[in-house]
């Protein structure tokens, strides 16, 4: 299942990726998000893993591992997400003159049963992933 939403942000990208790359502040955001707690040492980069604790429908909650697998200052950060999520993301950053594009591409390998439900996850997730990237998008426009 792969899904792509994109938000322009009228904030210049190292703004716009300085405010993305606190990770940790992703439930701010995402109202299915309930914690991101960085585990490791040192500043945001390769390598760097977070808590993960989130619910999903029906009100259950999952919990895993958030690893950065790229870290690209000002044009992509990207990260993996450990079982039961078995999914990976990453997100563009690209100049548009005073404004920035941001695009979040989410992949995750649904099996056995849950392959069943991807019509109807995908839509879920890519209804929650626009509505927080629109609450980013509104957060990082009124700093």
Known sequence: MEITNAVVIDRPVPVVFAAWSELDRI???YV?????????????GVGTTYHVV???????????TL????????????ASLSDPYNATWYVT?????????????IMA???????????LVSTWARRVQQRGLDSFKADVESR
Request: no cysteine.
């Open 27 to 29: 439930p701010d955001w």
């Open 54 to 64: 989130d619910k999903i429908p029906p009100g259950r909650r999952i919990e895993g």
């Open 109 to 119: 390998n649904l099996s056995g049963i849950q392959r069943l439900l991807v019509p």
């Open 93 to 105: 950053f690209e100049d548009m003159e005073r404004s920035t594009v941001m695009t979040m591409h």
């Open 67 to 78: 690893e950065v697998t790229r870290y690209e200052p000002n044009t992509l950060l990207a």
């Open 32 to 44: 299915d998000s309930i914690e991101r707690r960085k585990t490791s040492e040192g500043p945001v």
